[in-house]
């Protein structure tokens, strides 16, 4: 069964995907509905789980967190029990702050964040290389960021 929204219920994604702790009213202003209606359309987009979430996005290195990076494993077996095993440590470790298992070369990309350089590559070797699981470990330092919006927008369909 397929969710159809329409241009409203876009209009309210694409407002709060820009700016998620918009007040209801400011929101129904900007769609041209009455507050009531507005915010019975944001719970009915919460109650079909298409808004999963509010979320703060941080400025990380105002945390003195300099050092991103893209590290890229392969692991000796994809069974459940090295995924799961794999999973519980990714989730312990703060430096890590996503985690996806992918198809290709390499089973794991992890985005991860340190204070500098030394620090990346003490959670490397005093981690990750410890994992019996992982069987080889790629780092890709990121110098740059070129686009992060996390703007999500809804396919455009064909009549």
């Not at 019975?40 to 990076?69: C, F, N, P």
């Not at 090295?82 to 996503?98: A, F, R, S």
């Not at 070797?125 to 996390?150: D, F, P, R, W």
């Amino acid at each position: 069964m397929r969710n159809h929204y329409d241009t409203t219920d876009r209009q309210i994604i694409e407002i709060l995907q820009h700016k998620s702790n918009i007040s209801n009213l400011k929101l129904s202003k900007s769609i041209g509905m009455s507050p009531a209606a507005t915010l019975e359309r944001v719970r009915r987009l919460e109650k079909k789980g298409l808004i999963k979430d509010y979320t703060l996005s941080l400025d990380i290195e105002k945390m003195q967190l300099y050092t991103h990076a893209i590290l890229m494993l392969s692991l000796y077996d994809l069974h459940q029990n090295t995924l799961q095993t794999v999973q519980q440590h990714m989730e312990k470790y703060t430096e890590v702050i996503t985690c996806y298992q992918v198809l290709g070369k390499w089973d794991l990309y992890l985005y991860v964040v340190a204070q500098n350089v030394k620090n990346l590559q003490n959670f490397i070797t005093q981690n990750l290389s410890t994992l019996q699981a992982v069987k080889t470990i790629h780092t890709a330092v990121i110098t740059h960021t070129l686009k992060k919006n996390g703007i999500v927008r809804f396919p455009h369909h064909s009549a």
